[in-house]
């Protein structure tokens, strides 16, 4: 019922910064709950940050607190995740997500996820 793409991962030196998009369709966004998650070769797949529904509260993990920067633009159904500062380790498939009505850290909480977008961090 929702879909997302991803769109914006790419290859930036260390220090250097990327904007992610996903654009969302099939339900009416502004009603979701939008986070973005990552996950690097190996490893499971955790939680970068989210934003909450109409109020547009926003949560980060804590590596990511400082640098990164979760928004939503209602009008347009996307979500962006522009990060800063970026560090080798920051490294992954991001991932969109959506859930209804209450906000997670969790990935098994959200019902909705787009097909991801590689970044990649040189050092």
């Known amino acids: 019922q929702v879909q997302l793409v991803e769109s914006g991962g790419g290859l930036v030196q260390a220090g250097g910064s990327l904007r992610l998009s996903c654009a969302a369709s099939g339900r009416t966004f502004s009603s979701l709950v939008m986070g973005w998650f990552r996950q690097a070769p190996g490893k499971e797949r955790e939680f970068v940050a989210r934003i909450s529904n109409w109020s547009g509260y926003t949560y980060y993990a804590d590596s990511m607190k400082g640098r990164f920067t979760i928004s939503r633009d209602n009008a347009n159904n996307t979500v962006y995740l522009q990060m800063n500062s970026l560090k080798p380790e920051d490294t992954a498939v991001y991932y969109c997500?959506?859930?209804?009505?209450?906000?997670?850290?969790?990935?098994?909480?959200?019902?909705?996820w787009g097909q991801g977008t590689q970044v990649t961090v040189s050092s």
């Open positions: 997500a959506a859930r209804q009505s209450i906000g997670s850290a969790y990935a098994r909480d959200y019902s909705y």
